[in-house]
């Protein structure tokens, strides 16, 4: 597969995870539970982590949320993961800033909103306070502006100059403008008041998966910032993941995003951790990085009406699910395995011949039998009853050749429990020197994609 040309970004250490063009493009995910009840929010995160967030971001919006940051921390850390948790500030977060000084010490990362801070406005102490906080506690700041809170003060303005032009844009142009101009605006902001140029992430997020390309293309081209990807609200269910992946795969593939979230709408009672598990998959598919075995199968047709194939598929796909966390300390390197599950004769053999395994089930009026290819060669034939399990046999024997002489435990890892938990691309290895241009080692990963 060709390989992407990342853009340029400097890189920003956030709680020992890198952010830029020099680490691979971070997953992150965001609690939905209220800050202040300290064990749901740290279960959620523990949650989120297992499926392979390496950031989390959590709501600070009052007092009881800003005392509740230190001990969900010590909650996290006491399950034995160090994930960067980051603090979404808005409104009030100058006051809970200053107020609470265990709270800023805490946080890996502070997310400040310049459209409800002040910014631009005679008052703008309140933006010059929270930048001033992150100098003083050496945290990164993630610049996010938003189009549902964009600085009126600034929109008015560039609106009338715009009115005033003899070739005036439209209305909507103005708005992608005015985000750019207000991203740029408050990260030179935010380095007169003391932040590195290496301390700053911008985001300049929307609903609208046109808007998205549009105002990240723009952006990235008239700076060097690390980005954060995401459409604002991306929805429930298949329209969310259809429209983020439709807003940030044009990006990621011209080399523009070092981190993303896919802002999915749960359904009530729902799993949070579906959107790290949706925003891997889109890497994934994209070939920026491997998180899990990937199984391709066809849809069926009417020479398919067995549903055996599908069974097939099913269960291998939920085989590989559970074998993954032993798999993945075990074999470094079988996320990037790939099994091909097919229907009938049509396609069976060819997709079967391109994958690691394959299995070419029968069509309806083919002979019951299922060939099995192995690294492109026919290896066997199956038949019976007993197809799944000697598939599966099949299955852990390779993983166990090709994968098993790189020999023993993936290792520790930053961000993760020594069993069972993610292990973070991203971290600075303990021998990396420090310098900000040092490219991380990217030991595995544990993750799951459904």
Not at 126 to 135: D, G, H, I, Q, Y
């Amino acid at each position: 597969m060709p390989s992407i040309t990342r853009r340029n970004a400097v890189n920003v250490n956030v709680g020992g995870v890198i952010v830029g063009s020099g680490a691979p493009v971070v997953v992150q995910s965001m609690t939905n539970t209220d800050t202040a009840d300290i064990e749901s929010t740290v279960q959620q995160i523990a949650a989120l982590a297992r499926a392979g967030s390496e950031m989390v971001r959590i709501t600070v919006n009052n007092d009881d949320a800003a005392k509740a940051v230190p001990y969900i921390i010590e909650g996290i850390q006491a399950k034995g993961w160090n994930t960067p948790i980051i603090g979404d500030f808005h409104y009030n977060g100058h006051q809970l800033l200053r107020k609470y000084p265990a709270m800023a010490r805490a946080l890996s990362k502070y997310r400040i909103n310049p459209g409800n801070v002040s910014i631009g406005r005679k008052d703008d102490d309140n933006f010059r306070t929270m930048v001033e906080c992150a100098v003083d506690n050496q945290k990164p700041v993630r610049i996010g502006v938003n189009w549902g809170s964009l600085d009126q003060a600034l929109l008015t303005r560039m609106m009338d100059e715009n009115s005033k032009s003899a070739n005036p844009l439209d209305a909507r142009d103005v708005m992608m403008e005015a985000m750019v101009v207000s991203a740029l605006d408050n990260a030179a902001a935010a380095e007169r008041y003391g932040l590195r140029r290496d301390q700053i992430v911008l985001s300049a997020k929307v609903s609208g998966v046109r808007d998205l390309v549009d105002v990240y293309t723009e952006l990235a081209k008239r700076c060097d910032h690390a980005l954060h990807l995401g459409l604002t609200e991306a929805g429930m269910g298949m329209k969310g993941i259809v429209a983020s992946t439709a807003g940030l795969s044009p990006l990621l593939l011209s080399g523009i995003g070092d981190t993303i979230r896919v802002s999915l709408t749960p359904t009530p009672g729902g799993d949070r951790s579906e959107e790290v598990r949706c925003g891997q998959q889109i890497l994934q598919s994209l070939g920026i990085r491997s998180f899990m075995p990937q199984v391709t199968s066809c849809p069926g047709c009417g020479r398919t009406t067995s549903t055996y194939f599908q069974e097939l598929a099913e269960r291998i796909q939920n085989y590989l699910v559970e074998s993954m966390p032993e798999w993945k300390q075990a074999y470094p390197g079988v996320e990037e395995l790939k099994l091909a599950v097919m229907g009938c004769i049509v396609n069976g053999p060819g997709e079967s011949k391109h994958a690691n395994i394959g299995i070419s089930l029968p069509g309806t009026f083919e002979d019951p039998k299922a060939p099995v290819y192995i690294d492109g060669e026919f290896a066997t034939t199956l038949k019976g009853d007993r197809i799944v399990e000697e598939f599966q046999v099949i299955l852990d024997n390779y993983v166990q050749r090709r994968y098993g002489h790189s020999g023993g435990n993936g290792g520790g890892s930053h961000g993760a429990p020594s069993a069972g938990g993610p292990v973070n691309p991203n971290t600075i290895h303990a021998d990396a020197v420090e310098d900000g241009t040092k490219k991380p080692v990217e030991p595995p990963i544990f993750a799951v994609i459904q």
